[in-house]
T-cell receptor, first 116, second 111 residues
Framework: DTAVSQTPKYLVTQMGNDKSIKCEQNLGHDTMYWYKQDSKKFLKIMFSYNNKELIINETVPNRFSPKSPDKAHLNLHINSLELGDSAVYFC???????????????FGPGTRLTVL | GQQVMQIPQYQHVQEGEDFTTYCNSSTTLSNIQWYKQRPGGHPVFLIQ?????EVKKQKRLTFQFGEAKKNSSLHITATQTTDVGTYFCAGGETSGSRLTFGEGTQLTVNP
């Protein structure tokens, strides 16, 4: 069983479109994250949810809207896609109650988004 | 905000050579974590260091956490082609659950 899964794995779309990426974890973790990794491999936190509550909201354009229907799911919706949104988006989860910065983070396989 | 800097950005070594990547934080950390990302893969947790001056080993990998809990290093002895990938450090804030990732060091190993 995959611990953290994301769909789709690849997403190619035109500028201006709206798209969603889904993430699910079966680890029983309380906290989930979205990261963006650019072409230089830099990993940047975008959002974090703990028990469905938004706890980290970095300076991300309003076009990005996360949604956590329950503890095991965290989706990312992107409106009006731009060329600069092309990147790999990783979902991750951790057991926050470990206290020390949430403990070990488990990453999903990533979604490679290409905006044409 | 917290910044975590990692050097070098790239490192090319011959198989059998040693490799070290360094991580420095602008603020005191509660802990530091290290991750490895293989080409085309996702980051995978390697280890977490919590105590000041802590040293941990995993086979050929040695991890250190500085006395001031503001810097860390990962040393690989006698690199192998399986060590290829990007190594990230990630510093935990003393408050909250945010991990700030360094820029990563991309390691290539020539056979």
């Amino acid at each position: 069983d995959t611990a953290v899964s994301q769909t789709p794995k690849y997403l190619v779309t035109q500028m201006g479109n709206d798209k969603s990426i889904k993430c699910e974890q079966n680890l029983g973790h309380d906290t989930m994250y979205w990261y963006k990794q650019d072409s230089k491999k830099f990993l940047k936190i975008m959002f974090s949810y703990n028990n469905k509550e938004l706890i980290i909201n970095e300076t991300v354009p309003n076009r990005f809207s996360p949604k956590s229907p329950d503890k095991a799911h965290l989706n990312l919706h992107i409106n009006s896609l731009e060329l600069g949104d092309s990147a790999v988006y990783f979902c991750a989860s951790s057991h926050r109650r470990y206290g020390l910065a949430g403990g070990e983070q488990f990453f999903g396989p990533g979604t490679r988004l290409t905006v044409l | 905000g917290q910044q975590v800097m990692q050097i070098p950005q790239y490192q090319h070594v011959q198989e059998g050579e040693d490799f070290t990547t360094y991580c420095n934080s602008s603020t005191t950390l509660s802990n530091i974590q290290w991750y490895k990302q293989r080409p085309g893969g996702h980051p995978v947790f390697l280890i977490q260091l919590v105590k000041s001056g802590e040293v941990k080993k995993q086979k050929r990998l040695t991890f250190q956490f500085g006395e001031a809990k503001k810097n860390s290093s990962l040393h690989i002895t006698a690199t192998q082609t399986t060590d290829v990938g990007t190594y990230f450090c990630a510093g935990g804030e003393t408050s909250g659950s945010r991990l700030t990732f360094g820029e990563g060091t991309q390691l290539t190993v020539n056979p």
